[in-house]
């Protein structure tokens, strides 16, 4: 079967750093989404990794390792605006998005 | 400004009626998407459009239609056949490359009471 295992929820205190670790199982892959999704609005593209590897963009890193299905999200300098859920989402062989259930931030000041 | 619409924000239906979520967009994008949100849960795949006047099947179809007359836009309609129907339903598009992103839109949450 097609699964994805995040942390239910998170805590990390404003201006540090955090890893959301994601890990996969999925018919084929084609790549590995995160979104971001303050709670009871719509999610939005954070980043796309396809290829081994750091993807940096700002304050927000993703990372891939295709041998071991996983990946993680990684956010420096936290703001209270990062409160949210942060979902990783895979695409199978048939292009389909294979949704986890999310991993709940919650930021401390 | 491009984007994805959904009207309205929210939505409360009596038990046994069918309701009808609209979904525009102007992105020009080819395929077109439903999903279901439930608490604690990630997205499911309810019907999803890749071109007008042709549609498949999700994960989670029965009790729901849909209809993809014009590229802009995708209408669902959540029946009386839906068992559980209270949800956040989201919409998304994106290009057909395949590994595109899909951009969403605000979402409608619906309550039947």
């Known amino acids: 079967g097609q699964n994805i295992d995040q942390p239910t929820e998170m805590t990390a205190t404003e201006g540090a750093i955090v890893q959301i670790n994601c890990t996969y199982q999925?018919?084929?892959?084609?790549?590995l989404f995160w979104y971001q999704q303050h709670a009871g609005e719509a999610p939005t593209f954070l980043s796309y990794?396809?290829l081994d590897g750091l993807e940096e963009k700002g304050r927000f890193s993703s990372f891939l390792s295709r041998s071991k299905g996983y990946s993680y999200l990684l956010l420096k300098e936290l703001q209270m605006k990062d409160s949210a859920s942060y979902l990783c989402?895979?695409?199978?062989?048939?292009?389909?998005?294979?949704w986890g259930a999310g991993t709940k931030l919650i930021i401390k000041p | 400004d491009g984007g994805i619409t959904q009207s309205p924000k929210y939505l409360f239906r009596k038990e046994g009626q069918n309701v009808t979520l609209s979904c525009e967009q102007n992105?020009?994008?080819?395929?077109m998407y439903w999903y279901r949100q439930d608490p604690g849960q990630g997205l499911r795949l309810i019907y999803y459009s890749q071109i007008v006047n042709d549609f498949q099947k999700g994960d989670i179809a029965e009790g729901y239609s849909v209809s993809r007359e014009k590229k802009e836009s995708f209408p669902l309609t959540v029946t009386s056949a839906q068992k559980n129907p209270t949800a956040f339903y989201l919409c998304?598009?994106?290009?057909?490359?395949?590994?595109?992103?899909?951009?969403f839109g605000p979402g409608t949450r619906l309550t039947v009471l």
């Open positions: 989402v895979s695409l199978d062989s048939n292009y389909q998005l294979i």
């Open positions: 990794n396809v």
């Open positions: 998304a598009s994106s290009t057909l490359t395949g590994t595109d992103t899909q951009y």
């Open positions: 992105l020009n994008h080819d395929a």
């Open positions: 999925t018919s084929g892959f084609n790549g």
